[in-house]
């Protein structure tokens, strides 16, 4: 979906667009195609990555705020349809940081001895719960998935470090209102959009800026590193001027920061995991280097990972 075809359905254009975002167009999947069918394929590139079977996952989390059900958890249904019969799985719902957190309890838990190999998906179809009437939001979002595979070394590759963090009282700037427990449809109930994404942009934009720098600085201090040491940042694709004003704050030139939102827009969960995954296969990681993400979303909640490739 590129930007003229969001000027016919909303008062926009491309250019505001662009200047205010740097998004050119986002993916939308189609009809029938749920976040488990986009999180398989996502998996099956991972896993074929990684050298392992599918027998060989013991653990499978899965980061997304667009599951297939209420109930069971999407991380079941995509056990079930790539076949992991040794794995326990679950989904995290922490929106755009749900990566993050994924990547933070499956190295903690591969760390501990209890588990050897895990998938860790973000995967949403955003488009699903976005109100194509409102400007504010339907421009930013698209659909996605991405994967990666971890695995217990004993060399010094791999997470040096995650950093997790929430603030619960600024919920509201970023939420769906009605349609879960608190809010629930009734037989009465109109539509009015409350049961799609609302945001108030600015609010979180500074928010965004301020705590995804806090929590780059944190990772790169805790490891004991300077951000001279990052060779690559893969941060949440969620504003190109979010991003540009963190590696400012960084001192991190652009050329050390990935960037591929034009493509995509923001896919919340999956938008690091993709991000990731391009830059490894264009070949701008290499082993030895240190790669940091960092993102931030919905809760409000925001995290870092440093990892030693
Ligand atoms: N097209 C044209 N005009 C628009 C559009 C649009 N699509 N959207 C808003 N405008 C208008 C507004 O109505 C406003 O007009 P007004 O001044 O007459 O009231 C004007 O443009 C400026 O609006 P702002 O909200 O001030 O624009 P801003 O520069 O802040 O950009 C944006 C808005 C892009 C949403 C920005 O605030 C942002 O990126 N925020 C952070 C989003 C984010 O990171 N979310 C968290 C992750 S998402 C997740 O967790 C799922």
Redesign the pocket.
């Known amino acids: 979906m590129t930007n003229a075809d969001l000027e016919k359905i909303?008062?926009?254009?491309d250019e505001?667009?662009v200047t205010?975002?740097g998004i050119k167009e986002r993916r939308i999947a189609p009809q029938g195609m749920a976040v488990s069918d986009m999180s398989v394929e996502a998996c099956k590139k991972a896993l074929e990555a990684s050298g392992l079977k599918s027998e060989d996952i013991d653990l499978l989390i899965l980061g997304t705020?667009t599951p297939d059900y209420k109930l069971p958890s999407t991380a079941c249904v995509i056990q079930e349809k790539m076949e992991l019969p040794n794995a326990t799985a679950f989904d995290i719902v922490a929106?755009?940081t749900g990566f993050i957190n994924g990547l933070s309890v499956a190295s903690s838990l591969i760390e501990t001895g209890a588990y050897k190999n895990a998938l860790v998906v973000g995967s949403e179809k955003?488009s699903s719960i976005v109100n194509y009437k409102d400007?504010?939001t339907c421009?930013?979002f698209g659909d996605g998935a991405g994967a990666a595979v971890l695995t217990a070394s004993d060399d010094d590759s791999g997470v040096v470090g995650t950093f997790l963090k929430s603030n619960g009282n600024l919920r509201d700037l970023?939420w769906i209102k009605d349609g879960g427990s608190a809010n629930p449809y009734t037989d009465d109930y109109v539509f009015t959009g409350e049961d799609k994404?609302s945001?108030s942009?600015?609010d979180?934009?500074k928010v965004?800026v301020k705590q995804m720098c806090n929590a780059a600085v944190k990772i790169i201090n805790d490891a004991g590193l300077t951000s001279d040491d990052i060779a690559l940042v893969i941060p949440?694709q969620?504003?190109i001027r979010?991003i540009e004003a963190i590696a400012k704050r960084l001192k991190i030139n652009m050329d050390k920061v990935f960037v591929n939102i034009e493509k995509y827009g923001?896919t919340?969960a999956a938008s690091v995991p993709i991000a990731l995954d391009e830059a490894y296969r264009a070949g701008k990681i290499k082993s030895g280097d240190y790669v940091l993400m960092v993102a931030?979303?919905?809760g409000l909640i925001w995290g870092s990972a440093l990892v030693k490739w």
């Open positions: 909303v008062d926009t254009s505001w667009i205010r975002t705020v929106a755009c955003l400007r504010n421009i930013l970023l994404i945001m942009g600015g979180i934009f965004a949440h969620a504003n979010i923001n919340s931030f979303g919905g």
